[in-house]
């Protein structure tokens, strides 16, 4: 392994603990400042942990701060542009403080329009912010998280990745076929390569990519010789009441269809998760009280019942056990977001 790929001098063969429930831990989530990701936030600072939430601008940090904390760190950091991530990334890293804790968990859906929409790299928006975006600030920000004394990643993923799951059979199913629209690189309307843009399918394809890249960036760091646990995780279906969180944009293009959509799902058949239940699942997997082994893990919050969810753990969907599309899923993800300079893990 040459210099440039070693995951940090003198780390060799390292074995994580985790920490004693109760500890204070630094944390640093994505999507802090909406849903679940608020509801989260919320109660890991009421616990005494310290949080970084990367905001989109200045206007949303400062709106966060005087809802939250003005104790929290809010750097700026538009997942939807490269540059911005690596700025970020840049800052942090030269603060230097380590990461207990790397919560991806920023989503982008909008659903119900026919028109795709573009990161500032030119890459189709929801990819760019829920899957290359994520990668290229884990690729950047590992030695900070590899510096803590017990490391662990969180990943929010959906079983909508999964085509038999409920939520994965309506409409087009999760399918990434050989990355056709990845190896294009900018420009593409679908990872897979198609020429039909579908804002529901590049919404599940890129849930799947946030699966294969937790288990992926495991793969290489344990066989590097660094072992933590990475818990990639499924809320459910999650649908306020409010006008915003999650679906906030997808009801803006489609406002009837999202009311109708909310009222069959929540209100009648009973099918949602609350915000600040699942905010609560969040915080549990972030806060470290509840030890998990080094490894990737899934749990997924599944409808047992009407009104009824557990949360267990889960197998992802075949697709999502791919090794070999893992692999190169994260090779074009590195080449795509184009941060040659920056820490590297090995490919195998």
Aim: charged letters at 20%; hydrophobic letters at 40%; one cysteine or more.
């Amino acid at each position: 392994m040459d210099q440039q790929n070693r995951v940090l001098p003198g780390i060799g063969a390292m074995a994580v603990e985790e920490r004693s429930a109760g500890e204070s831990r630094n944390i640093l989530l994505t999507g802090g400042s909406s849903g679940i990701g608020f509801e989260a936030a919320t109660l890991l600072l009421q616990a005494g942990h310290h949080l970084t939430i990367p905001c989109r601008d200045g206007t949303t940090a400062a709106l966060l701060r005087q809802r939250l904390s003005d104790k929290i760190d809010t750097p700026s950091c538009d997942l939807a542009d490269l540059s911005s991530i690596g700025r970020c990334a840049e800052a942090l890293l030269a603060k230097g403080e380590p990461i207990d804790t790397l919560v991806l968990n920023a989503g982008l859906q909008y659903s119900g329009t026919v028109e795709p929409r573009w990161s500032a790299q030119g890459f189709e928006l929801t990819i760019a912010v829920n899957h290359l975006g994520h990668q290229a600030l884990l690729q950047q920000l590992l030695p900070l998280l590899i510096r803590s004394k017990a490391p662990r990643l969180v990943v929010t993923a959906s079983e909508v990745h999964d085509p038999t799951s409920a939520g994965g059979k309506v409409g087009l199913p999760a399918g990434l076929g050989d990355l056709a629209g990845l190896r294009q690189g900018p420009g593409a309307l679908m990872l897979d390569g198609s020429d039909s843009f579908s804002a529901e399918k590049a919404y599940k394809d890129s849930k799947l990519c946030n699966l294969l890249m937790a288990r992926e960036v495991e793969r290489r760091l344990r066989e590097q010789g660094t072992h933590l646990p990475v818990l990639a995780w499924s809320p459910g279906l999650v649908i306020p009441r409010s006008k915003g969180g999650f679906f906030r944009y997808s009801r803006s293009h489609n406002p009837v269809g999202q009311a109708l959509f909310a009222f069959v799902a929540r209100d009648l058949l009973r099918l949602t998760e609350t915000p600040q239940r699942a905010g609560a699942l969040l915080a549990g997997l972030a806060d470290g009280s509840k030890p998990h082994a080094s490894g990737f893990q899934y749990l997924s919050n599944r409808v047992v019942g009407p009104g009824r969810l557990r949360f267990e753990t889960s197998q992802p969907s075949a697709e999502a056990c791919s090794d070999p599309l893992a692999r190169l899923l994260w090779d074009l993800s590195a080449a795509s977001t184009d941060r040659k300079t920056t820490f590297h893990i090995s490919s195998y």
